[in-house]
C-alpha cells in the first residue's frame, strides 16, 4: 500500500519560514516526479512546485525565489523548504508522486497569518 505522509505545517507569521516533509512508503521515491500541490477551500488544486527524477525543479510563478522543493532518495522524502511566506500563501498543502500512477498525501495545513 502507497503512502505519502506530510509533516511540517502549521501557523506562522507574515515574512516567516516553514519547511514541508513528505515521506513515501510502499514505492520507491526516486523513479517518480514528486510535487508539491496547494489547496484554498472551494478552490482546485494548484501545483506549487515539482522535482523530477533527474533533480531539475521547477516552480509557480507566485512562489519563485521564496520557496525550495528537493529531495532525499536515501529517505524516500521531499521537502518544500518557504521562506517570506505571505497570507496569500495559506493553503492545505498536498505532497504528490508521480509516473504511471499518481499518489497524494493527506494534506498538511499551512496558515500565514499577523
Known amino acids: 500500500q502507497v503512502q505519502l505522509v506530510e509533516s511540517g505545517g502549521g501557523f506562522v507569521q507574515p515574512g516567516g519560514s516553514l519547511t514541508l516533509s513528505c515521506v513515501a512508503y510502499?514505492?520507491?521515491?526516486?523513479?517518480?516526479?514528486m510535487a508539491w500541490y496547494r489547496q484554498v477551500s472551494g478552490n482546485q488544486r494548484d501545483l506549487v512546485a515539482s522535482?523530477?527524477?533527474?533533480?531539475?525543479?521547477s516552480y509557480h510563478e507566485s512562489v519563485k525565489g521564496r520557496f525550495t522543493i528537493s529531495r532525499d532518495n536515501a529517505k524516500n522524502a521531499q521537502y518544500l523548504q518557504m521562506n517570506s511566506l505571505k497570507v496569500e500563501d495559506t493553503a492545505v498543502y498536498f505532497c504528490?508522486?508521480?509516473?504511471?500512477?499518481?499518489?497524494w498525501g493527506q494534506g498538511t495545513q499551512v496558515t500565514v497569518s499577523p
Open positions: 504528490n508522486a508521480y509516473k504511471d500512477d499518481n499518489f
Open positions: 510502499g514505492i520507491d521515491s526516486s523513479r517518480y516526479g
Open positions: 522535482t523530477g527524477t533527474d533533480g531539475s525543479t
